[in-house]
Each structure stands twice: as structure tokens, then as C-alpha cells.
């Protein structure tokens, strides 16, 4: 069964502190892993696509990078409109998404 | 271009009601997925259509139900309502759905059963 964990939790970082969200998976064929970005009351918002073990995409302060078995989303020097849970969602090929449960990112000024 | 458009908002039903959501997907757009989302559960896969087809679907119960119409436009069912089915319901469109492409999600029903 596919499988998708996210690390910490929650998070909360001091304006311009840097760190790193962890998507850790088990898929049975990955066809893409995805990072989301969902402000409360809101849908998720497409953020990113990884396909292959070594992809890196970036946007902005974000930077997204995959391995076999976990994705990470680097948040470079966050401001306060960066506070949002980060979802992670993997798919098999011909499956649908499979989501992990999120981290909530708290950026202080 | 407008996004994927979801109605309505906001909804309360007592228990034992049925309720239907709509969702309009982006123009071109052929594939509608619906999913669930609760605090305990996070978002959980309901159901995709393509082209008017069911083509996959989730672990729910036969009460919820959707269907997809010529224009792509989508709508979920859910009968004989009960508490737990209290959720902020998403719907994402794709131009083809899986394998291919980015899903882009509507701003989702909040379904409140009482």
C-alpha cells in the first residue's frame, strides 16, 4: 500500500531562519511526487512536480529535492506570508494521489 | 483563465439529509477528482472521473457518489448524511488526469452535518 509520511508536524521559524520539510514515501512505482502549499479555509495549491530521484525545482524561497524514498522542501530566509501547511503527495503510475498528513509552517516576524 | 470553481461554500445538513457539491473545472480541463479532508484523516481520495467515466475510486462507502457530466463539470453525492461526514470537500482538475499532469484544486465545500 502506498504510503506517504511528513516531518515535523509542526514548525515554526523566526523570519529569515531557514530549514527543511521531509516527505518520506512507499510507492509502488512513482510516476511524480508533488508538493502542495494549503492556507487555512483554502484548496492546496500546486507548488511542484518531481519525477526522478535527483530532481531539483525551485520557486522563490522554495526549493524542492527527491531521493528514492523522501522529498525535501527547503525554505530559504521564510517571511511571515509563508506560513501554510505543506502537503507532500505521491502517485503511482495509474493511480491517484496519495497525500501525507502535512507540515504546519509558522513564520514569526 | 478562471480556476477550478467549487459550490457552494459553506453548508450545514442534519443527519439522514443527502447533499450535492458542484465543481466546474478549468476550461479544457477533462479530469475532476474529489477528496476529503478532515483533521483527523488529512485528504483522503474520494473518486475521479475522465470524459464522464468513473476511472478510479477511493475507500468510501457506496453513499457517496459522484458523477461527471459532458462539459467536464462534476458533482458529488453523499446520502443519508451522518456526523462524520463533516469535512472540507475538494474537488481538482487535470487535463487527463493520472499519469499525466498537475492537479489544480477549488477552494472546496465546508460540510458541516449536524
Known amino acids: 500500500e502506498d504510503q506517504v509520511t511528513q516531518s515535523p508536524e509542526a514548525l515554526r521559524l523566526q523570519e529569515g531562519e531557514s530549514s527543511s520539510l521531509n516527505c518520506s514515501y512507499t510507492?509502488?512505482?512513482?510516476?511524480?511526487l508533488f508538493w502542495y502549499r494549503q492556507d487555512p479555509g483554502k484548496g492546496p495549491e500546486f507548488l511542484f512536480t518531481?519525477?526522478?530521484a535527483g530532481e531539483e525545482k525551485e520557486k522563490e524561497r522554495l526549493k524542492a529535492t527527491l531521493t528514492k524514498k523522501e522529498s525535501f522542501l527547503h525554505i530559504t530566509a521564510p517571511k511571515p506570508e509563508d506560513s501554510a501547511t505543506y502537503l507532500c503527495?505521491?502517485?503511482?503510475?495509474?493511480?491517484?494521489?496519495?497525500f501525507g498528513p502535512g507540515t504546519r509552517l509558522s513564520v514569526l516576524p | 483563465k478562471a480556476g477550478v470553481t467549487q459550490t457552494p461554500r459553506y453548508l450545514i445538513k442534519t443527519r439522514g439529509q443527502q447533499v450535492t457539491l458542484s465543481c466546474s473545472p478549468i476550461?479544457?480541463?477533462?479530469?475532476v477528482s474529489w477528496y476529503q479532508q478532515t483533521p483527523g484523516q488529512g485528504l483522503q481520495f474520494l473518486f475521479e472521473?475522465?470524459?464522464?467515466?468513473?476511472?478510479n475510486k477511493g475507500n468510501f462507502p457506496g453513499r457517496f457518489s459522484g458523477r461527471q457530466f459532458s462539459n467536464s463539470r462534476s458533482e458529488m453525492n453523499v446520502s443519508t448524511l451522518e456526523l462524520g461526514d463533516s469535512a472540507l470537500y475538494l474537488c481538482?482538475?487535470?487535463?487527463?488526469?493520472?499519469?499525466?499532469?498537475?492537479?489544480?484544486f477549488g477552494q472546496g465545500t465546508r460540510l458541516t452535518v449536524v
Open positions: 481538482a482538475s487535470s487535463l487527463s488526469g493520472p499519469p499525466n499532469t498537475e492537479a489544480f
Open positions: 510507492v509502488s512505482g512513482l510516476r511524480g
Open positions: 518531481l519525477y526522478s
Open positions: 503527495a505521491v502517485q503511482a503510475w495509474g493511480q491517484n494521489f496519495v
Open positions: 476550461s479544457g480541463h477533462r479530469s
Open positions: 472521473y475522465f470524459s464522464e467515466t468513473q476511472r
